[in-house]
């Protein structure tokens, strides 16, 4: 099932990692699943067919997403809901549907291959094409914040969220390269990154991968969307519910293991992430998986696009809800203290 491509949006994807995330949420009888990143939809069909009564609430900001999958709703016969909108209001949406509580959450956190292969949505240098990068179709392009943003900014968020270490000598070159003119495509601000930073000796990464990255994690506020998903998933979920996510980058993984730890109360005190935790207010989740579950060498050869995929999932426990985490949504944001600091 792992290796079948998927199709959504108009291009192939393969959902990674997909028989050890059915596995780790375990689905059964007439439970209520959501898949927060429906995408191409690898994660709702296996769902669906894990149980015949099981039913998915599948959520995608992207409307070509949602248009894509209108097929597979039909298919389901009512066993598929699909709507549009952020998972980090994936609880809120859940019980607008009318399934305030649910026994599994699955997130695929990251951009999708479809997004990455189609030129028209700006997130890939690899073909050019506006500067865009939202998952959506609402807010501020990659465009705009390239053009618009000060250059402090940028290398604030070129450093931290592309953790490129040249990221001052990047945002100064695009600071220069504005003043002569607008940047629109990808191949421009592919051309202007690799002016300044050099392809390490035996390495396929281009120059721009990092900032790239960076970039498009701001643009969609993907970090702060996980923070507030994983708290949602949390309020939304039954006790004995399990998450499953489904990462692709440190910064990602950091964040989910953070949570993780701090839930299950392996980190009630000395954690430097999550200095305030106490072990009375972090015991609602409870391990599944072992540390995080790595691709397997078929997979690795099948789908080279695996190759940093982290799959890691916790189930609920019946204790209340406790209050957000103050130290994780930190993490999602651009540090302070190096707004105005030394940058490489």
């Known amino acids: ?67 894509g999958g209108q097929g597979l709703v039909a298919e389901s016969v009512g066993r598929l809901t699909l709507v549009p909108g952020r998972f980090g209001d994936l609880d809120t949406l859940a019980e607008e549907a009318g399934a305030p509580q649910v026994q599994a959450v699955v997130l695929d956190i ?14 890939s240098f690899r073909h050019d094409g506006p500067l865009d990068m939202r998952m959506g179709d609402t807010g501020p392009s990659a465009a705009d914040l390239v053009n618009e ?48 930073v050099r392809a390490e000796p035996g390495s396929h990464i281009h120059p721009a991968t990092r900032t790239f990255q960076g970039l498009r994690i701001a643009v969609n506020d993907e970090l702060g969307e996980l923070v507030r998903a994983l708290h949602a998933a949390e309020r939304v979920l039954a006790p004995g519910g399990r998450l499953a996510v489904v990462t692709f980058h440190s910064l990602e993984d950091r964040i989910v293991k953070q ?34 579950v790595l691709p397997g060498e078929a997979e690795l050869a099948r789908n080279p696009r695996s190759r940093s995929a982290k799959l890691r999932a916790m189930a609920r426990t019946d204790s209340a809800v406790p209050p957000p985490l103050s130290a994780i949504e930190t993490l999602a944001s651009l540090p302070e203290a190096r707004r105005g600091g030394p940058r490489r």
């Open 1 to 67: 099932m792992s290796g079948s491509p998927v199709r959504g949006a108009g291009a192939p994807h393969i959902p990674v990692l997909l028989d050890e995330v059915i596995e780790a949420l375990a689905p059964s009888g007439e439970a209520v699943v959501i898949d927060g990143t429906f995408g191409a939809g690898g994660y709702t069909r296996a769902l669906l067919a894990a149980g015949p009564d099981l039913r998915v609430l599948a959520i995608d900001r992207d409307p070509t997403a949602i248009a």
């Open 110 to 123: 990251g951009v999708s291959s479809m997004q990455l292969d189609t030129p028209g949505r700006g997130f």
């Open 149 to 196: 943003a000060e250059e402090g900014e940028l290398a604030d968020i070129i450093y931290h969220y592309g953790e490129e270490r040249r990221s001052r000598a990047v945002a100064r070159a695009i600071h220069e390269a504005r003043r002569r003119g607008r940047i629109e495509t990808t191949a421009e601000l592919a051309e202007i990154v690799a002016s300044v």
């Open 259 to 292: 949570f993780f730890a701090a839930r299950s109360g392996r980190a009630a005190q000395g954690s430097r992430h999550l200095p305030g935790a106490t072990t009375a207010e972090i015991r609602s989740l409870s391990p599944v998986t072992k540390g995080p």
